[in-house]
């Protein structure tokens, strides 16, 4: 293996020889031999003579004449490499030793064009190496019998020699019948088998081609829908389409039947049914309902198992598959094979594609690895599509939410030194300043100076920091009227988190203050207090004449004033106070209470 892993890559058109026999099979269409080469994969150990065997592959496995066509019309050869020595001593073994058996590329009988020679291998096996080639040489010329033959394979002639060595005259001389009968054995062997070669070598070579070519096809097929997918996932711009386009091209457009896909839900993490899709609902419509009415946990089922596994999974037979449940369901319908793979991303899984079929489909190397290219395409482009969708409902949703501010709410922004870059139309409204004449001004524009520079200083401290500050601001009109505002400042930060901006929103509280100074006013005229508790901060506000009645004073800390309040209450009545205002809290109704103090 690791030497055949040397030809690759090899440019066998860059050697005569191996170029000559390529081209001469695919104008001819037969298997051809080349001459006399070293193999590439010859890196080490004794070097042999080799040679190589070529049969064409044609379009759609078509052989044209004439030889032009057959030339143009081959897309590859499949060939085999073979090393000679270790060939012929797996025809006849060790059992040469009596005779030697040469075999040249062509009609010259020289040592360029040997390809075996079994007595010169023998010695050095021996490690007779006193023998020098000339000493063998001069053995073979002296030998008592030899015999030369000429055989034609696949176009290249073998010339192939055999000599008697001296044992074999020695056995000769001792027991000639049984030594001739030896030879004769060994020579028939020698040209049994080349005529056995020369009658199997193309019928194996063209159940390879066959082999091959199925192979191709199903390729070229697998090929053209993964081209099909990526157009789908360059022109679909929805996730939810997305899925469903794919889903129906591999149920109807391919041999595969019935799609599927499931995702991963993002609360409990199993594997829930998104869709799936066939050329034949009706007859597949039991074992589609299934898939629809299961979920399947990490490690369960088809889904889970390529879930945990994190690799494709072939199912040859649905029916014997312990990691398919649905096998008698699919075994039911007529559905035999199938496969799973995940969709997904460098960083996150999204679910599990399934395919199924009824006839046998055989998983490849190269189909299973593009697969998971496919997979991780599908999944990069179906996280974008999500992440877009999100964003733009995101998007929508800040959209509906700013105009329900800039309605309700004065909103402007600044940069970090006071300067207006931005105003809504509420501003401009109560503030009696058009859009124009805001954008680039300070916002001391709208001062009052009723704010103390301790409170702006306050302020700015506070937002300089990246803090949001919170507080009531009065400003003035263009027309030099007064309003108050409720603010909100926010620091709007930079990647770096540095400040680039600050988002004001006020909200009028010019209305209120009026109503509340004239309730206190009402108030004190008909000696009524009022207060009002924030359940969440559990603060109370008390307006002036509350506590006076209660005669308790302004400057009292708000946390006691509930205490306060408590202990000027008759305590008769304290019970039934709490129970009042517990109801009250409890059914949100209004109450009213009479009591002592």
């Not at 304290?574 to 009042?580: E, K, R």
């Amino acid at each position: 293996k690791e030497r055949n892993l040397k030809a690759f890559g090899y440019d066998m058109f860059s050697e005569d020889i191996r170029a000559t026999a390529m081209m001469k099979a695919a104008i001819s269409g037969e298997a051809t031999l080349s001459g006399k080469v070293k193999l590439i994969q010859e890196d080490r150990g004794r070097e042999q003579a080799g040679f190589l065997m070529y049969l064409p592959i044609y379009k759609n496995n078509i052989i044209k004449n004439p030889a032009q066509q057959n030339l143009e019309n081959a897309i590859g050869w499949i060939y085999a490499p073979f090393r000679a020595d270790d060939l012929m001593q797996g025809i006849l073994g060790p059992s040469t030793g009596d005779i030697d058996i040469e075999i040249f590329d062509g009609l010259t009988l020289s040592e360029n064009f040997r390809i075996h020679d079994s007595h010169r291998l023998r010695t050095e096996h021996s490690n007779q190496l006193q023998l020098t080639a000339t000493a063998i040489d001069l053995k073979k010329a002296t030998a008592r019998y030899h015999k030369t033959e000429t055989l034609n394979i696949f176009g290249r002639l073998w010339n192939i020699k055999i000599h008697s060595l001296p044992a074999f005259e020695a056995k000769l001389n001792q027991n000639p019948a049984n030594a001739i009968a030896f030879v004769g054995i060994i020579i028939s062997s020698l040209f049994t088998f080349i005529v056995w070669f020369v009658a199997t070598a193309r019928a194996r070579a063209l159940n390879l081609v066959h082999d091959r070519t199925k192979e191709l096809s199903d390729l070229n097929e697998f090929n053209k829908w993964i081209h099909a997918i990526d157009n789908i996932l360059s022109e679909v711009t929805t996730y939810d389409e997305t899925i469903n386009r794919i889903l129906l091209f591999l149920s109807t457009q391919s041999r595969w039947t019935v799609a599927g896909f499931w995702q991963i839900e993002s609360e409990t993490g199993h594997l829930k049914l998104f869709q799936m899709q066939s050329k034949f609902p009706e007859k597949y419509q039991i074992f589609l309902q299934s898939s629809a009415s299961i979920n399947f946990k990490y490690g369960e089922g088809l889904p889970g198992f390529v879930l945990k596994s994190k690799k494709i999974h072939w199912i040859p037979n649905l029916l014997s598959d312990t990691n398919f449940p649905r096998g008698p369901i699919a075994h039911q319908c007529g559905l035999t094979c199938g496969l799973a793979f995940q969709v997904r991303t460098a960083n996150a899984l999204l679910g599990v594609l399934e395919l199924f079929t009824e006839e046998f489909i055989p998983s490849t190397t190269a189909i299973s690895e593009e697969l998971n290219s496919v997979g991780l395409r599908m999944g990069n482009r179906l996280m974008s599509l999500k992440l877009a969708t999100n964003l733009e409902a995101e998007q929508k949703r800040l959209q509906q939410l700013m105009a329900a501010i800039n309605a309700s709410a004065i909103v402007s922004t600044s940069d970090v030194y006071g300067n207006i870059t931005s105003v809504n139309n509420k501003f401009c409204e109560i503030s009696g300043y058009s859009e124009v004449e805001l954008i680039g001004q300070n916002h001391r524009l709208v001062n009052s100076g009723l704010e103390s520079k301790n409170f702006f200083k306050d302020m700015w401290k506070t937002i300089a920091r990246g803090k949001t500050w919170f507080g009531e601001i009065r400003n003035r009109k263009k027309c030099g009227e007064i309003y108050t505002v409720a603010s909100v400042i926010t620091p709007l930060h930079r990647t770096d988190g540095s400040i680039e901006s600050y988002l004001s929103v006020r909200f009028d509280l010019t209305a209120q203050k009026k109503y509340h100074q004239q309730l206190i006013e009402a108030q004190s005229i008909a000696k009524i207090g009022s207060w009002h508790l924030d359940l969440q901060t559990n603060l109370q506000n008390w307006s002036d004449e509350h506590y006076r009645i209660f005669e308790i004073s302004k400057h009292q800390k708000n946390e006691l004033l509930a205490q306060e309040y408590r202990r000027r209450i008759h305590p008769e009545d304290l019970n039934s106070l709490d129970q009042t205002f517990q109801n009250a809290q409890k059914l949100g109704e209004d109450f009213i209470f009479n009591h002592s103090i």
